[in-house]
């Protein structure tokens, strides 16, 4: 019994694994295929313009967005400053372990040359 539950499992991924395939393959920059606008009705020529004055509009607020995050600097993590205090931390604690080990192997050596005289 538990084998067709594997197999369901791994049906599940592969279809996820596919679907996020088709996401990435999806550019916002494709082209469109053109559209004759001579040939829409009035309806359809305003609604043609408004989804095209929409994705343009979205695409300039979208840039803008991007650019007013970095320029006020909220594109980094929140907490920043404990990361980059865990760093300091454990490459203190690194350093510290090295110079230990150093002083152990003088001691030795010293306790060695004294002992060998």
């Known amino acids: 019994m538990a084998e067709p539950t594997v197999a369901i499992v791994d049906l599940q ?10 996401l990435d393959d999806y550019s916002d920059e494709e082209d ?3 559209v004759d606008t001579s040939q829409l009705s009035w309806p359809g020529y305003f609604l043609h313009f408004t989804c095209l ?3 343009k509009t979205l695409a300039v607020i979208d840039g803008m967005g991007e650019w007013l995050a970095n320029f ?3 594109t980094g993590p929140k907490y ?3 990361i980059e205090e865990y760093e300091r931390q454990k490459a203190k604690e690194e350093r510290d372990r090295k ?5 152990t192997e003088q001691i030795l050596e010293g306790g060695m040359s004294e002992s060998a005289t």
């Open 72 to 74: 006020f600097g909220i």
């Open 53 to 55: 004055g929409g994705r």
């Open 80 to 82: 920043w400053y404990i």
């Open 13 to 22: 991924q592969s279809q996820d694994l596919q679907e996020s395939q088709d």
């Open 99 to 103: 110079e230990g080990l150093q002083e």
């Open 32 to 34: 469109l295929l053109p």
